[in-house]
């Protein structure tokens, strides 16, 4: 970009259970700001678990969220577009529908990202905003979407930017996915939890040491994305989300326990009503803790650091920067 331009970029993250917009700018010191945010649960992985086929419903709800998001990218002026699609895009037929409505809508290519690469931009958004208190610490971030979980450990340079990864992985395993292969009961049964359990267990099982958690006993893994966000909301009793808050709070192991076993406790109907749970997440936000609890378990940490960013920032820190070479 050219001094004393103020270029707007936009990024989309077509994730498995929501959808999310970034809009954004740089500041006078280089740094991204956001201008507006926002997150639709349109539950795009709706069965894919079981046909590996786009639902025309969950195409629907999706394609109506990009249509609201394409009047929002052009009441904002933006200049530049980015839009990716992860699991449920990877696992799935039905996505060059998608792909031709956002072609439409933004004149752009949908990018259906590899777990690597969501792994990586994972990292790097997630430490947008916390980054300047850990630089050249290595760290571990881990992503619970509705059909996959990443978990990337790796390093920051002084400027925020990836300095280097030293591991990354992507499981097949997120609240959607896992809420519909065992969850039957309402609320879920003390079987249904286990089962839900055996099959983390199973999947993590050697994540302590690929990751080197046991040589970084002291290391506290940071947490992405809608499952931990809103949990975080709900152990701060949150009527109203508030990024700010969210955004770098520490939330300790048994207190995540205790909200988890909490909401397991209750009918969806009272659940849907707990303050700092959004009504459209309710009936995967046990499996989702459960994901959580499993990673921090086999992490052996005692607390995590709530990130309220992702790889809508990751793809923005690198949109932007491609575009201020335009």
Same mark, same amino acid.
């Given at each position: 970009? +050219?001094?004393?331009?103020?270029?707007?970029?936009? +990024?989309?993250?077509?994730?498995?259970?929501?959808?999310?917009?970034?809009?954004?700018?740089?500041?006078?010191?280089?740094?991204?700001?956001?201008?507006?945010?926002?997150?639709?649960?349109?539950?795009?992985?709706?069965?894919?678990?079981?046909?590996?086929?786009?639902?025309?419903?969950?195409?629907?709800?999706?394609?109506?969220?990009?249509?609201?998001?394409?009047?929002?990218?052009? /009441?904002?002026?933006?200049?530049?577009?980015?839009?990716?699609?992860?699991?449920?895009?990877?696992? *799935?037929?039905?996505?060059?529908?998608?792909?031709?409505?956002?072609? !439409?809508?933004?004149?752009?290519?949908?990018?259906?990202?590899?777990?690597?690469?969501?792994?990586?931009?994972?990292?790097?958004?997630?430490?947008?905003?916390?980054?300047?208190?850990?630089?050249?610490?290595?760290?571990?971030?881990?992503?619970?979407?509705?059909?996959?979980?990443?978990?990337?450990?790796?390093?920051?340079?002084? +400027?925020?930017?990836?300095?280097?990864?030293?591991? !990354?992985?992507?499981?097949?395993?997120?609240?959607?996915?896992?809420?519909?292969?065992?969850?039957?009961?309402?609320?879920?049964?003390?079987?249904?939890?286990?089962?839900?359990?055996?099959?983390?267990?199973?999947?993590?099982?050697?994540?302590?040491?690929?990751?080197?958690?046991?040589?970084?006993?002291?290391?506290?893994?940071?947490?992405? *994305?809608?499952?931990?966000?809103?949990?975080?909301?709900?152990?701060? !009793?949150?009527?109203?989300?508030?990024?700010?808050?969210?955004?770098?709070?520490?939330?300790?192991?048994?207190?995540?326990?205790?909200?988890?076993?909490?909401? *397991?406790?209750?009918?969806?109907?009272?659940?849907?009503?707990?303050?700092?749970?959004?009504?459209?997440?309710?009936?995967?936000?046990?499996?989702?803790?459960?994901?959580?609890?499993?990673?921090?378990?086999?992490?052996?940490?005692?607390?995590?650091?709530?990130?309220? /960013?992702?790889?809508?920032?990751?793809?923005?820190?690198?949109?932007?920067?491609?575009?201020?070479?335009?």
């Amino acid at each position: 970009m +050219t001094e004393g331009r103020t270029d707007r970029i936009a +990024t989309i993250d077509i994730g498995t259970n929501t959808v999310l917009l970034l809009v954004a700018e740089r500041t006078g010191n280089g740094s991204l700001r956001a201008v507006e945010e926002h997150a639709t649960i349109t539950r795009l992985g709706q069965g894919v678990d079981e046909t590996r086929t786009l639902h025309p419903d969950a195409i629907a709800r999706t394609g109506a969220c990009l249509d609201a998001y394409g009047a929002i990218v052009k /009441r904002l002026g933006v200049t530049h577009v980015a839009v990716v699609g992860t699991s449920a895009m990877r696992d *799935a037929r039905g996505s060059e529908v998608i792909a031709e409505h956002i072609r !439409k809508t933004f004149g752009v290519e949908l990018r259906v990202i590899g777990g690597d690469e969501e792994a990586e931009l994972t990292f790097a958004g997630a430490l947008v905003g916390l980054a300047e208190a850990v630089p050249g610490q290595e760290l571990v971030v881990f992503d619970i979407g509705g059909g996959s979980t990443e978990v990337v450990r790796g390093t920051l340079d002084d +400027t925020g930017a990836v300095r280097s990864i030293g591991y !990354k992985k992507s499981f097949d395993v997120g609240s959607v996915r896992l809420t519909e292969r065992h969850v039957r009961s309402d609320p879920p049964s003390a079987g249904e939890l286990d089962a839900i359990r055996a099959q983390l267990h199973a999947t993590f099982s050697t994540l302590a040491g690929d990751v080197g958690a046991h040589a970084r006993p002291a290391m506290v893994p940071i947490g992405i *994305a809608g499952t931990v966000t809103t949990l975080a909301a709900v152990a701060m !009793k949150m009527e109203t989300y508030d990024a700010t808050r969210v955004h770098g709070h520490h939330l300790t192991t048994r207190a995540l326990r205790g909200v988890v076993e909490h909401l *397991a406790s209750l009918p969806l109907a009272v659940r849907r009503e707990v303050p700092g749970l959004e009504p459209k997440r309710a009936d995967v936000i046990v499996a989702g803790g459960l994901v959580a609890l499993a990673l921090l378990e086999h992490l052996g940490a005692e607390s995590l650091v709530i990130s309220d /960013r992702g790889v809508r920032w990751g793809l923005a820190v690198a949109l932007s920067r491609s575009a201020a070479t335009l």
